[in-house]
Structure formats: structure tokens, C-alpha cells
């Protein structure tokens, strides 16, 4: 079964710290991963964007790695700031005709001041 | 912005009822995507419409059905409301089917079933 998991579920840091998620997905045949935000009570926004051959990929002080023989992905957040107050979400797209994304659950992250 | 709007933004409903969600998809986009997402999950796919037709579908029952409109426009249809159906529904348009095209997406309507 196509699955896409998330650690840490919530993360709280203090403005200016760095973080890291964690993705891992079961999804096969492989296409893409994506990462999105999503600021509660709206739709998600792009951040990033790769494919099987892309292992870092940069949009700011977002940074996202994939390791596509573990099967995992991190995105790395530098010089947090409050307005990175939001759920970040994983999602992977099977090759297959079409679109066939799967999401993950997301990791909720706060930044305290 | 990403230029996808949805309508209304906030519904109530009692369960047993008929509800129609509407999304305006990007300028020159052709294709749309909806998605539910509950409270504390990631969106789980519904179906899909290119140029007015589904192009798949989730594993949602029959009574969730959609339209898309010749300026691809679209509509999602829940009849016979229950409880769980209370989430926020997301659409997104992209240019084409392919996945290798970004998704993007609008602010949801969050619909509460009583």
C-alpha cells in the first residue's frame, strides 16, 4: 500500500532556531516528491519539488534532501521565523498515469518568539 | 495567492442533506483536483476532472460526485450528508494532467455536517 509518514507529528521551536522533518514513503513506482505549507485553514502551498535523480533542492531557507533508495526526505528550516507557524506536508507521486499524489499526515510546526 | 478560489468558505449542513462546493480554477488551467481533509490528516484525494471529464477517482462512495464546467470551473456534490463528512474540501487546478505539473490550491471551504 502507497503510505507517506511523518515525524515528528507537532514541533515547537523558538524564532530564529533551526529545524529538520522527517518524510518516509512507500510509494512505487517512484515520480516526485513535493513539500508543501499550509497555514491552518488554508489550502497548501508549494515549497519544493524532486524528482528520483534530485537529492537537495533549495526554495529560501527551505531546504529539502531526498534519499531515494532509503525512501526518505527531510526539510530543513534555517533562521526560523513566526510566520513559519504551520503545517508542512509530504507528498509523493506514483508513476503512474496521471496524477496520483499521496500526502502525508503533516507536522504541525510552531515558532515561539 | 494562487489565483484558485472556492465558495463558500463556510458551511453548516445536517446530516442527510445535499451540499454543492464550487472551485474557480487558475487562469489556463484545465485541470481540476478535490480533496478532503479532516481535522489533524493530510487531504486524501476525491477525484479528478480534465476538460469536463473525471480522469480518477479516490476511494470515496458514489454519493460524492463532481462537474467541471467548459471554463473549467468545477463543482463538488455530496448527497445524503453524514457526520464524517465534516472536513475542509480542497481544490486545485494544474495546466495538464501530467504530475510533473505543480498543483495549486485554494483556501478550501470547511464544511461541518450536525
Known amino acids: 500500500k502507497n503510505q507517506v509518514e511523518q515525524s515528528p507529528q507537532s514541533l515547537i521551536i523558538l524564532e530564529g532556531k533551526n529545524c529538520t522533518l522527517q518524510?518516509?514513503?512507500?510509494?512505487?513506482?517512484?515520480?516526485?516528491l513535493r513539500w508543501y505549507k499550509q497555514d491552518t485553514g488554508r489550502g497548501p502551498v508549494s515549497l519544493t519539488i524532486?524528482?528520483?535523480?534530485?537529492n537537495t533542492k533549495s526554495n529560501g531557507r527551505y531546504t529539502a534532501t531526498l534519499d531515494a533508495d532509503t525512501k526518505q526526505s527531510s526539510l530543513h528550516i534555517t533562521a526560523s521565523q513566526l510566520s513559519d507557524s504551520a503545517s508542512y506536508i509530504c507528498?509523493?507521486?506514483?508513476?503512474?498515469?496521471?496524477?496520483?499524489?499521496?500526502f502525508g499526515p503533516g507536522t504541525r510546526l510552531s515558532v515561539l518568539p | 495567492e494562487t489565483g484558485v478560489t472556492q465558495s463558500p468558505t463556510h458551511l453548516i449542513k445536517t446530516r442527510g442533506q445535499q451540499v454543492t462546493l464550487r472551485c474557480s480554477s487558475q487562469?489556463?488551467?484545465?485541470?481540476v483536483s478535490w480533496y478532503q481533509q479532516a481535522l489533524g490528516q493530510g487531504p486524501q484525494f476525491i477525484f479528478q476532472?480534465?476538460?469536463?471529464?473525471?480522469?480518477g477517482r479516490g476511494n470515496f462512495p458514489p454519493r460524492f460526485s463532481g462537474l467541471q464546467f467548459p471554463n473549467y470551473s468545477s463543482e463538488l456534490n455530496v448527497n445524503a450528508l453524514e457526520l464524517d463528512d465534516s472536513a475542509l474540501y480542497l481544490c486545485?487546478?494544474?495546466?495538464?494532467?501530467?504530475?510533473?505539473?505543480?498543483?495549486?490550491f485554494g483556501p478550501g471551504t470547511r464544511l461541518t455536517v450536525t
Open positions: 486545485a487546478s494544474s495546466p495538464g494532467t501530467s504530475d510533473g505539473w505543480e498543483q495549486y
Open positions: 518524510c518516509n514513503y512507500t510509494v512505487s513506482p517512484f515520480s516526485n
Open positions: 524532486m524528482t528520483f535523480s534530485e
Open positions: 507528498v509523493v507521486s506514483a508513476r503512474n498515469y496521471g496524477q496520483n499524489f499521496v
Open positions: 487562469s489556463g488551467h484545465n485541470t
Open positions: 476532472y480534465y476538460r469536463e471529464e473525471e480522469n
